[in-house]
């Protein structure tokens, strides 16, 4: 697991607002990258996007890196969930519910006629992690690019990502409707809404960030009990149910203390999490042969499970065991040859063993299948660089930049590759788009 920085802004072309006249309006959003919780949450989130008409191939489930209880979203293509709200929930019912609510408003047309309203939004910054300066640098169409950025701490955004009573309720309708027709208990809707009961009546400022953009009120609260009460609960799903405790447990054995993780583990729900959780404590107190053979525990249970094999591989690597690594990173790759962040992994590995040419093989294979993660992109730039290609590694640290919002030093490097680059070509005009972005940013 690791986090994702990402500084984000209001940008004047889609919300309508005069915020970047005198300087941009800049709110650091951290994202949270694993391979294992984003497979496990693609698991629990299939059955209510394909309930809901939306495709799980195009709607992705994003992790963001805040304690405080919250999930929203802000374009028809990303869920946003808070990694809080993740570690309170009791159950994958409960998180499948959060999922179908939010599926609701891309499905009900909500975040549609909003995106309607903002001008030029085709030319927008970024979604929170894919700024469009990146989207359109690596090739991506204008509908790909089309978004804006996440400010947490913007009033201005919160207005934006704030539903109306009458969207609530109607999303709340349309959620126990998908989990009936996936087969999940919409008693797991009534578990997220407990969470908040007497919230409203705090000051705004001491309510969970949910209840600011999901207004809930008690009519509200008995209808969704009346919906509720009057279905019968279908049986709980036991694989949801390990996917569910998986992502919780391994986000929990990072996020929290060491020693809270390890009089813990009896609450993992399975064996192989309990050995998996166990692994990540040792890792995190530096103890490199336990936390080996924790993994190892874990990996004779499930030998082919890839993600366990990465974290494995995660272990050695950040232990400086480069080679071992490597070896156990191939091994992952092999059993989740598309899995980006796995090929990530593997291509720092060979980076760290010298073997560059095979690590850009990797890295390359990574980010054309997830252009938007800022690692592979400065671990490619690296590679490129070792092989003799400047004008390659320039391209990728200028689309890093731009990722990150850093449009002055992305448009430095921008023109520094269109100087070493053949004029015409691909690279040389990713080069020209992320120019091209720098300048309408002012």
């Known amino acids: ?248 447990g391994k986000l929990t054995a990072f996020k929290r203390a060491p020693s809270w993780t390890l009089r813990r583990l009896k609450d993992s729900g399975s064996q192989d999490i309990a050995y998996m959780r166990e692994a990540v404590a040792h890792h995190r107190q530096s103890d490199m042969k336990k936390a080996v053979a924790a993994i190892d525990r874990a990996i004779a249970l499930r030998p082919d499970d890839p993600y366990l094999l990465e974290l494995k591989g995660q272990i050695l690597l950040e232990s400086r065991q480069f080679a071992a690594a490597v070896q156990v990173y191939q091994a992952a790759s092999s059993r989740a040859p598309r899995e980006a962040l796995i090929l990530g992994g593997l291509g720092r590995a060979l980076l760290a063993t010298g073997n560059y040419s095979q690590a850009l093989k990797a890295l390359e294979a990574a980010r054309g299948r997830d252009f938007s993660d800022p690692r592979i992109l400065r671990d490619l730039a690296v590679a490129y660089a070792k092989t003799g290609q400047p004008g390659l590694a320039s391209v990728a640290t200028a689309e890093r930049y731009a990722l990150s919002g850093r449009m002055k030093d992305a448009a430095l490097h921008a023109n520094r590759a269109l100087g070493q680059l053949p004029r015409g070509s691909a690279p040389w005009q990713r080069a020209q788009d992320v120019v091209i972005a720098a300048e309408q940013s002012k």
């Open 1 to 248: 697991m690791f986090r994702t920085r990402i500084l984000s802004r209001l940008i004047a072309m889609v919300l309508g607002l005069s915020l970047i006249a005198a300087a941009p309006v800049r709110a650091a959003t951290t994202l949270l990258r694993d391979a294992d919780i984003e497979h496990a949450l693609r698991q629990l989130a299939a059955p209510v996007l394909s309930a809901a008409g939306l495709s799980p191939q195009q709607v992705r489930i994003v992790l963001v890196d805040d304690d405080s209880l919250n999930a929203f979203v802000a374009d028809t293509q990303y869920i946003f969930i808070h990694s809080g709200l993740i570690m309170r929930l009791d159950s994958a019912a409960a998180l499948q519910a959060v999922i179908a609510h939010e599926a609701a408003h891309i499905a009900n047309g909500h975040i549609t006629r909003r995106l309607g309203n903002m001008r030029a939004a085709r030319n927008a910054a970024g979604l929170g992690m894919v700024l469009a300066a990146a989207a359109a640098a690596a090739g991506a169409n204008s509908q790909a690019a089309a978004g804006f950025a996440i400010g947490s701490q913007s009033s201005a955004m919160r207005m934006f990502l704030s539903h109306t009573r009458a969207e609530e309720t109607a999303a709340d309708l349309s959620s126990i409707r998908f989990m009936l027709r996936a087969g999940i208990d919409p008693k797991g809707a009534l578990e997220v809404q407990q969470m908040f009961r007497g919230q409203e009546a705090l000051s705004a400022g001491r309510q969970d960030p949910y209840l600011r953009t999901h207004p809930l009120t008690r009519d509200r609260l008995r209808a969704l009990e009346g919906m509720v009460a009057g279905q019968k609960s279908p049986p709980a799903d036991p694989a949801a149910q390990y996917w569910f405790k998986r992502a919780q």
